[in-house]
């Protein structure tokens, strides 16, 4: 009979044994023996217990977890053995108030169960499973091997000295060809024997990738590889469970396979190594890493990412919807995002050199001006400085030094905000608070954006950043890495200003207008809706307009009538993503700076689906179906689950209706847009125009054009973008802006920053 401890953090009234089923016995010990710590540390810790005379032992949360296998994540390693004799689980406690993990606990315990009665062995790798070649004939027979087996495919992964191809070199290269064994090539001993075997696999079987976007980009740029065919275990993932950060290759090996962290000794190598020289966690590079430490982990990358595609293919292979944005959507993005990002995004670096000497003279010029004020000499004698960006110390320059009033807007611990809404408001009050916005926003600037910039750079004057496919739970690209192209500065135009064309080049940026109402408009079936659009004009004015029954035509709208306008724009939007009364009343009081009541915002609203009557029932049926469901599919065959609507607390449960409601506009429009430029990126490479898209930030598909090619390049985009997808309003296909201009600010820079120009 195994011998089982069981370790909590603190003692507490759990009915372990009866959550166990009365299956086995255990001795059960606490980290600490204090019940009233809310955190266990090191410190506290005062268990005492020999460790190697029990066979297996429970580790009951997060703490205890960390504490023996310096593993931080509960929820992946819950029910997984580490370091042989442990099993973490997460506190059965957290049924009570997180109904969702109770499918982990359970597996988690049966897994547990199984280990201990020896009905579940722990999976010893051994050097039949994983092996490393460094040896140009071995690596050549076993690669001839994966060519002629049986498999339709094999899975491939690759071990790299960085993020991007143009910033390291390639160190391996992993292979299986059919779950049961993978190697680890040495890239050293890759020869033109190897590279043409290779190939041959490629042309010949399909390649499963995890993450192909990476790999194939590093494949490409440094062997020149080609990959007729390959999928990718992430998207499938992504598909199964679009939650963010639950892809990663070794969070699925740990749930879908039963080779648990085969990863971990390769870790722990790699933080001894790391203390023992000093080497700080951002300049360890992989090639550190010997051979022999590296080969098990690197062949299991392979075999997993094998196995993860047998399970994933069934998965969405009973699924029609799903398979077919894999197929149609995720599949081509991700070749269409690999040229995308290749193509890099054009900076100017003698603009960005000059913009960042601007910028320091700037934040130089208002720290200068806002030590002329009293009230701050005042403050840095007392407490010895002054930092802009700390809340503390500017809460009680303003509130205590200068003496203003609040706005009475609070932070999420209580305490009077210090954003930049609150500031502006400030600033009608006092010089100190523009001040200290004009510090802040050009510190972000600077250090957030043209310092990280510069040095990023290419040698071709490009950055190469990430776009992501599975970042979003609404199907909506991210953007990672180098530069998050999602969140550029829209107040300055300087960044965007910097994003240059070179001479006989244009940059193109075609946006679409009012995607998700056109989208919801056409989902919905409401004919007058749909009237709206095709009646052409501003379409806030239009609906302002209509809703109000404004007595002016709709161009005067904007000017006569600026706040029915602005609510019939809040109502829009906001009735979409499940906006009430008072969420409409706030947004049109900001906008316009005038009073509007939640019984005035409940008014209009009342009118405005007396006007769309067919939207408002589309919206009590999508959100009954999620309700009823917890779960719904967009247009394309995206599935948002939305398990927390049967929750107890309303106000969750009402949180994951709009968020299914907001899926459903959000994704859909944002597929529009991918699908169109995926489809113009293939017809301009097979014409062989001069345009290159380097991004695409929100609803805008940017590219560097030839500028004789502009006007051919923006039919192709438009007529692609604008292609029947089952989404059109008739006679009236959905609205697409081209800006067009030498920098991205299109003319905003050279006019706020002539002198750069």
Not at 477 to 490: A, C, D, E, V, Y
Request: with cysteine; aromatic share 10%; hydrophobic share 35%.
């Amino acid at each position: 009979m195994a011998k089982v401890a069981l370790i909590e953090s603190k003692p507490t009234r759990i009915d372990f044994i009866g959550h166990f089923d009365n299956k086995f016995e255990f001795d059960r010990y606490s980290l600490s023996s204090d019940p009233s710590l809310k955190k266990v540390l090191k410190r506290d810790v005062d268990i005492d217990i020999d460790i190697d005379s029990y066979d297996w032992i429970i580790l009951v949360g997060s703490e205890a977890l960390k504490y023996y296998t310096n593993v931080t994540s509960i929820m992946e390693y819950s029910g997984k053995v580490v370091d042989k004799k442990f099993i973490p689980v997460i506190n059965p406690s957290m049924l009570t108030f997180k109904p969702e993990v109770r499918d982990l606990w359970e597996s988690s315990r049966d897994n547990i169960t199984k280990y201990i009665s020896g009905e579940m062995k722990v999976i010893e790798i051994d050097e039949k499973m994983a092996f490393g070649i460094r040896d140009s004939r071995k690596a050549s027979q076993f690669i001839i091997e994966a060519r002629d087996s049986a498999s339709e495919y094999v899975a491939l992964d690759s071990e790299t000295t960085g993020l991007y191809p143009r910033d390291g070199h390639m160190i391996g290269i992993s292979l299986s060809y059919d779950g049961k064994k993978g190697a680890y090539i040495d890239c050293d001993c890759i020869d033109q024997t190897c590279e043409a075997l290779l190939q041959q696999v490629f042309d010949k079987k399909i390649v499963v990738f995890h993450n192909a976007k990476f790999d194939v980009s590093w494949f490409e740029y440094h062997f020149n590889f080609k990959f007729p065919r390959f999928e990718d275990t992430m998207l499938q993932h992504y598909l199964i469970d679009e939650n963010p950060g639950t892809h990663g290759l070794k969070q699925l090996s740990l749930k879908h396979t039963k080779y648990g962290d085969y990863e971990k000794p390769m870790y722990d190598w790699i933080e001894k190594y790391r203390k023992m020289h000093g080497i700080l966690k951002a300049d360890f590079t992989w090639d550190m890493i010997p051979f022999d430490v590296m080969k098990t982990y690197a062949a299991m990358d392979a075999v997993c990412t094998y196995i993860l595609y047998t399970k994933f293919k069934k998965a969405l292979d009973t699924n029609k919807k799903l398979t077919w944005v894999y197929e149609n959507i995720l599949k081509p993005g991700c070749r269409f995002l690999i040229d995308a990002e290749n193509n890099g995004v054009p900076f100017d670096k003698d603009r960005l050199y000059k913009s960042q000497n601007l910028m320091g003279d700037v934040i130089e010029d208002a720290a200068q001006k806002l030590d002329e004020y009293e009230a701050v000499q005042k403050y840095k004698q007392n407490t010895g400085d002054f930092n802009p960006n700390s809340t503390k110390q500017l809460r009680e320059l303003l509130f205590d030094y200068i003496g203003l009033a609040p706005t009475g807007k609070l932070t999420g611990t209580g305490a009077h905000s210090t954003d930049a809404e609150s500031l502006q408001t400030l600033a009608e009050e006092h010089e100190v608070p523009q001040l200290i916005l004009n510090v802040r926003q050009n510190v972000k600037i600077k250090t957030t954006y043209i310092d990280k910039i510069i040095p990023a750079l290419d040698r071709d004057g490009r950055l190469r950043t990430n776009f992501n496919l599975h970042g979003t739970t609404s199907g909506r690209l991210s953007s990672s890495g180098k530069l998050n192209m999602q969140q550029l500065p829209r107040d300055n135009p300087i960044v965007k200003g910097c994003m240059k064309a070179k001479d006989g080049n244009k940059i193109v940026a075609m946006d679409l207008t009012t995607a998700e109402v056109y989208c919801a408009a056409v989902l919905a079936k409401d004919e007058n809706l749909k009237d709206v659009f095709r009646s052409g004009g501003n379409f806030h004015s239009n609906i302002a307009k209509l809703v109000f029954g404004l007595p002016c035509e709709a161009d005067e709208v904007a000017e006569l009538y600026s706040m029915e306008r602005q609510a019939a724009k809040a109502v829009t939007f906001g009735i979409m993503y499940g906006a009430g009364p008072q969420k409409i009343s706030w947004q049109v009081t900001k906008d316009s700076g005038k009073t509007f009541t939640v019984s005035e915002a409940k008014e209009v609203i009342d009118d405005y689906f007396r006007q769309f009557s067919g939207l408002r029932r589309w919206i009590d049926t999508s959100q009954n179906f999620i309700r009823d469901n917890g779960f719904i599919y967009s247009y394309f065959g995206r599935k948002r689950r939305l398990p927390n609507v049967a929750s107890k607390d309303k106000g969750i449960a009402s949180h994951e209706v709009r968020s299914g409601l907001n899926f459903l506009v959000q994704s859909v429009a944002s597929d529009v847009n991918l699908l169109g430029a995926i489809d113009a990126h293939n017809e301009v490479k097979q014409k062989e125009i001069p345009a290159k898209i380097f991004a695409l930030v929100h609803d805008s598909i940017l590219a560097e054009v030839q500028e004789d090619a502009v006007d051919e390049y923006c039919e192709i985009l438009k007529r692609n973008v604008q292609k029947d997808r089952g989404l059109s309003i008739s006679g009236c296909p959905i609205g697409c802006d081209f800006d067009i201009g030498n920098d991205y600010s299109f003319g905003k820079f050279s006019s706020k920053y002539e002198d750069l120009v």
